[in-house]
């Protein structure tokens, strides 16, 4: 699949233009709009793209957004989930102006039912949700009218207040709405608006046994709210005529009219909430928040920032598909741009190997200066400790080296970054023959910054001091799902990359030792690192890698 070229962050789109054109003409005095998340799971960077949508949007023209919760589905809603998204929009730097619960309004929705009864518009139906389907006919041939379809508005008054005091069983009735079987559009042939439901709400508890369904709620929710543009994926295009349809015969005061825009989706990324939950229940990552997945919270944990993520969901920008997949690179490139200038440099060892530096006397210590971050010289220059021992990579030395390999073997010289040439005398092998340890001599003249011109060295390699190094644990990630396009299969348990985690211990400077959770940093060679929040503790710093140094992604 061919993924989409994104369109530049300035650019306008169709949305803010029809909001322009409604305060200009009147038809609108302020621009309301609202992010309205199901909490059936933790939010994910498809989310990110409405709430930057409507909260930017708004925003722009002076105008307001809501947080509402469209809890219609008791069995699937949590307030754990209600709390995440709460500090996940937060956390992306928006605030909303009013927060609600569609639940909250489920006493307006059903007189509000009640009076589609009385105007002929609701009847109550006995069929079951099979008969329903078995009846709605398909894109060529119109449905089949139920034969419930015209009961009187008394009965239907009677039934639907029984439905309400639970006289029924899950399945037994629903109220649907009486519009028009044969409409080439099936959402109007005659949709469910309420279902019986005996389940425990996580907000109004056993107050209610009938739900509202989306389509007859979600109108609704926006026209109460005094919503004026509602905003949403390009799946309810389809559903506009029955949104409008709601609000119309619902004799809604405020008339919320629906745009849509395609969904957000990324290269090697499931993105529905249920395939998430699906991964998250069997097992397959450590929670909602494991730095592997697209969520909000995965992403805050793996070191992304609200900067990175909002960048990436300007630069996609407004588009009326359905089917565009975005390489997950570009929000690579985004994270790196924005920790550039912000993070510090530092050197760490994931997988060390110890170096006896022989001619350097023993029990001395020297600090070296080191820039913070050389392409932010206003972050100053930190010190760090060198001495006899040290550890550098293990892959930063091979005893027999292909050709075009620069840096340590036996008796050749490389630079240590920020310190001296070292050379390769002797190598300690075990018993079983592995490398355990190296001898190397050091040349005092080519201190760093010292303007050796002497000789050059073609390797530069990164070390830290042993006797003061800090232990860490390094976790690497690579994607999760391997596909191009996810959303597209329904099968992906079988596309899971059983790679993905990859966890070393090694070690990192000494002056690592005050870094706290969230702290981000640019490891010299090995990219940028995030200090992990639920595993570091105060003997044991853990790091999530955010993402490696280098990409061939090329934004314009
Ligand atoms: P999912 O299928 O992942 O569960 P959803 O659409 O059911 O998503 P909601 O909680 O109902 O999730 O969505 C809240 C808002 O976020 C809706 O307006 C929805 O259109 C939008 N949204 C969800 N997924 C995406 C996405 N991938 N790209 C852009 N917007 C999205
Ligand atoms: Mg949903």
């Known amino acids: 699949m061919e993924t989409t070229k994104p369109v530049s962050a300035s650019s306008s789109n169709y949305i803010k233009t029809i909001m322009a054109e409604d305060l200009k003409a009147g038809r609108v005095k302020e621009i309301v709009t609202r992010f309205p998340p199901e909490p059936n799971g933790y939010l994910h960077i498809g989310h990110a793209k409405s709430i930057c949508l409507n909260f930017e949007l708004a925003d722009e023209f002076g105008g307001r957004t809501h947080l509402r919760f469209d809890d219609t589905n008791p069995l699937k809603e949590d307030t754990e989930y209600v709390e995440s998204i709460k500090e996940d929009v937060k956390w992306l730097g928006f605030d909303w102006e009013k927060l609600f619960f569609a639940s909250d309004f489920f006493e307006e929705m059903y007189n509000r039912a009640v009076l589609l009864i009385r105007k002929g518009k609701a009847y109550v139906c006995d069929l079951t949700a099979e008969q329903i389907r078995e009846t709605r006919g398909t894109l060529t041939e119109p449905g089949k009218e139920s034969p419930y379809r015209n009961r009187s508005v008394e009965e239907n008054l009677d039934l639907f207040e029984r439905m309400r005091k639970g006289e029924f069983q899950n399945g037994e009735k629903v109220l649907r709405a009486k519009i028009d079987m044969a409409s080439p559009n099936i959402n109007m042939r005659d ?7 005996h389940a425990h709400h996580h907000n109004t508890g056993d107050k209610w046994c009938i739900y509202p369904m989306y389509d ?6 926006d026209a109460i709210e005094g919503v004026t543009h509602s905003i949403c994926t390009m799946e309810f295009a389809d559903h506009r005529p029955l949104y409008d349809w709601v609000v119309r015969e619902c004799e ?6 629906q745009y849509e825009f395609g969904r957000l989706n990324l290269t090697n990324t499931v993105m529905s909430k249920r395939k998430l939950k699906q991964l998250v229940d069997e097992k397959l990552v450590d929670g909602w928040d494991d ?5 909000i919270s995965g992403l805050r944990r793996k070191g992304y920032t609200p900067e990175a993520i909002r960048e990436l969901c300007r630069e996609v920008g407004v588009v009326k598909t359905n089917n565009s997949v975005v390489d997950d690179k570009l929000l690579e490139h985004f994270i790196r741009e924005d920790l550039k200038l912000k993070a510090p440099r530092t050197m760490a060892v994931l997988q060390p190997l110890k170096v006896v530096i022989t001619n350097y006397p023993e029990g001395q210590v020297e600090m070296l200066d080191a820039e913070i971050n050389p392409e932010n010289e206003a972050m100053g220059t930190r010190q760090i400790p060198f001495s006899r021992e040290i550890y550098i990579e293990r892959d930063d030395f091979m005893e027999e080296p292909p050709k075009g390999y620069h840096r340590l073997f036996p008796g050749n010289e490389v630079r240590l970054k920020h310190a001296y040439f070292i050379k390769c005398e002797e190598v300690i092998k075990d018993a079983d023959g592995n490398v355990v340890e190296l001898r190397c001599t050091y040349d005092p003249e080519t201190k760093s910054g010292s303007g050796f011109t002497g000789r050059k060295v073609k390797g530069t390699i990164h070390w830290v001091e042993a ?3 800090k232990p860490a644990e390094f976790r690497l990630y690579e994607p999760l799902i391997l596909d191009d396009n996810m959303e597209e299969s329904e099968s992906f348990l079988d596309k899971v990359n ?4 990859e966890i070393l211990h090694g070690y990192v400077e000494d002056n690592m030792k005050n870094a706290k959770p969230y702290d981000k940093f640019q490891m010299f060679r090995h990219g940028y690192f995030n200090v992990d929040p639920k595993h570091t503790t105060t003997d044991k710093l853990v790091f999530n890698r955010i993402v490696s140094l280098k990409s061939s992604f090329q934004v314009k």
């Open 252 to 257: 809604m005061e405020c008339v919320p009219q």
């Open 467 to 469: 006797t003061s190094a």
């Open 216 to 221: 007859y709620a979600h109108p609704l929710e």
């Open 191 to 197: 949709p469910v608006l309420y279902r019986i439901s």
């Open 498 to 501: 059983p790679n993905s985690l």
């Open 291 to 295: 730095p592997r997945m697209p969520t």
